[in-house]
Every structure is written in structure tokens, then in C-alpha cells.
């Protein structure tokens, strides 16, 4: 099996989803993952920037208490609402999981 459907297995199972096979879905009109609340969609890579590990690094140490450390990644030029949010999925899961 290739990594990447490996990987949208896993992430399915992880999220409570259900992976949508390539077969099943046309580029933009369905994600890689059916989710009763979310649209997801996931990329695989061999690495990550450095730089991205670097920020969430950064947040995690500064991290304190219960607080989740997130990444904001926000493109010059854009609206402040169009950011992206980078976590690690283990603190989701388990932020869920207390709650």
C-alpha cells in the first residue's frame, strides 16, 4: 500500500472519520476523509519544512499549564483570517479526551 493512503487511513481511524478512496472522489469535490464535522484533507510528506517543527517547538516550550501550543502561519499581504493553524494531533486528541 502506498504511504500516502496509509497515512489517510491512520488519520481517518485517529479523527473518527472514514477515508474516501480516490476512486470514490474527484480533485476539490470531496475530502480525503468524510467527517461529520470536518473537511480533511491530508498531506503526507518524507519531511516538513524545518522551520514549521522550529515554531511548534517554540510554542511547546512555552506552553504552560493545560494550554495547546498552536502555530499561526500567516502570508504577507493576506487577511488575518485566512491564517492557517498548525497542532500537533496528539494534543488534540488528548485535550478531547479530558474534556
Do not use: T
Not at 20 to 28: I, K, L
Request: charged share 30%; with cysteine.
Amino acid at each position: 500500500m502506498k504511504d500516502w493512503k496509509a497515512c489517510e487511513r491512520k488519520m481517518a481511524a485517529l479523527l473518527g472519520g472514514k477515508r474516501v478512496p480516490v476512486s470514490g472522489r474527484a480533485r476539490g469535490h470531496s475530502p480525503d476523509i468524510q467527517h461529520e464535522r470536518f473537511s480533511i484533507e491530508v498531506k503526507s510528506r518524507k519531511k516538513l519544512p524545518a522551520w514549521i517543527e522550529d515554531a511548534i517547538k517554540q510554542a511547546e516550550a512555552c506552553a504552560q499549564d493545560r494550554q495547546l501550543p498552536l502555530v499561526v502561519l500567516h502570508q504577507d499581504g493576506q487577511r488575518y483570517q485566512e491564517a492557517l493553524i498548525v497542532m500537533r494531533l496528539k494534543n488534540v486528541l488528548s485535550s478531547n479526551e479530558e474534556g
